[in-house]
């Protein structure tokens, strides 16, 4: 993290709401793509969304050091995720045959110039985002940690209170089992 992105968060901390505002507008896109890794329903993913932005608001003058913000929020991310299925999980769940799911977009820069390549890469990322979100949950959240957000394997033991060797073999397992999803699809 820079300076100038450590002294946003030393701002907020200290009750500037317009600095407040602005790191919630950096951070938005990070909260969301980790939550769209981890939850299909769009309604859930925006519930739980706002409930991290409220613990963020509400908790961020309690952060001591702003070069763990990063470890802090993925901290208040699954936390929240987690409170949210302890909250659900006696929600009785229907399905209607007649409807069509709504799939959440999500943007993907397109860098090819073919549009038959554009079409297999979007579903290729739909295969993929479908492979982690059938994942059990305790294989999906570190993969969501390291692929999405990118944090080391330590930073995730923190977060989700486990050994480093466990971080490691729960990665190495989701991989194993989307890899074979992808095989699967690219056989149909």
Do not use: C, H
């Not at 329903?41 to 991290?52: A, K, P, W």
């Not at 929600?91 to 999500?106: A, H, L, M």
């Amino acid at each position: 993290m820079d300076e100038k992105y450590n002294e946003l968060i030393r701002k907020a901390q200290k009750g500037d709401n317009k600095a407040l505002s602005e790191l919630i507008k950096e951070e938005q896109a990070n909260i969301y793509t980790t939550l769209f890794y981890l939850k299909k329903d769009e309604n859930e993913l925006y519930d739980i969304m706002q409930d991290v932005l409220i613990k963020l608001t509400k908790r961020i003058s309690q952060l001591k050091n702003p070069a763990y913000f990063k470890t802090w929020l993925n901290q208040i991310i699954i936390n929240s995720y987690y409170d949210y299925l302890r909250k659900n999980k006696r929600k009785i769940v229907t399905i209607n045959p007649f409807k069509q799911d709504e799939e959440v977009e999500f943007e993907i820069p397109d860098n090819s110039t073919n549009p038959q390549d554009a079409i297999l890469y979007n579903e290729l990322d739909l295969v993929i985002k479908n492979a982690i979100l059938n994942l059990p949950i305790q294989y999906k959240i570190p993969i969501a940690l390291r692929e999405i957000q990118g944090l080391s394997y330590d930073e995730i033991s923190n977060i989700t209170n486990t050994s480093i060797g466990t971080v490691k073999s729960r990665i190495s397992r989701a991989r194993a089992k989307i890899k074979d999803d992808i095989n699967k699809y690219s056989k149909e």
